[in-house]
């Protein structure tokens, strides 16, 4: 629990200063080069989830979010595993990023645009969250794979 609760609430953190730091230090429509063409920050901002799939569904993303969130706070009482922690502390922190975004950003509650900055080559713009929550589905591929179940012990395969 300590660890998914560490993880989780870095990710969250790092998520909105990043965020914060985009929004006044980057103008949008105005890339920055960071990592010649294959970084770049570019400040847009996302109505819907990933790659703008679901714009004017924003209410919709955010109920599925917030379900995920708490969904995650509840099957967290049984983590057995750091490789489940970690995953499940990088879903949560991320989520809960793209949450407060979706609450408390313009243009109104549960219709608020994500803050999104980093860009590479032939990919969607995305921030941290986005990349938490894709860390997360990897890590719980990988332990799913590995025959290690939630509570920490394995699967023993016939």
């Given at each position: 629990?300590?660890?998914?609760?560490?993880?989780?609430?870095?990710?969250?953190?790092?998520?909105?200063?990043?965020?914060?730091?985009a929004l006044e230090h980057l103008t949008p429509g105005e890339p920055v080069n960071v990592i010649g063409t294959f970084l770049k920050f570019n400040l847009i901002r996302n109505s819907g989830a990933a790659f703008s799939l679901g714009t004017g569904y924003t209410p919709v993303i955010s109920a599925v979010q917030i379900i995920v969130a708490v969904g995650v706070i509840y099957l967290s009482r049984r983590l057995g595993s750091?490789?489940?922690?970690?995953?499940?502390?990088?879903?949560?922190?991320?989520?809960?990023?793209?949450?407060?975004?979706?609450?408390?950003?313009e243009p109104s509650p549960f219709h608020g645009h994500v803050v999104d900055f980093l860009q590479t080559p032939h990919w969607a713009i995305f921030n941290v969250?986005?990349?938490?929550?894709?860390?997360?589905?990897?890590?719980?591929?990988?332990?799913?794979?590995?025959?290690?179940?939630?509570?920490g012990t394995r699967e023993i395969r016939k």
């Open positions: 629990m300590v660890l998914f609760g560490g993880v989780g609430l870095l990710i969250l953190f790092l998520d909105q200063l990043t965020k914060a730091l750091v490789g489940w922690a970690v995953a499940f502390g990088f879903l949560f922190g991320g989520a809960v990023g793209n949450i407060i975004d979706r609450i408390f950003r969250a986005d990349m938490a929550v894709t860390s997360a589905a990897i890590l719980l591929v990988i332990q799913t794979l590995r025959g290690i179940k939630l509570d």
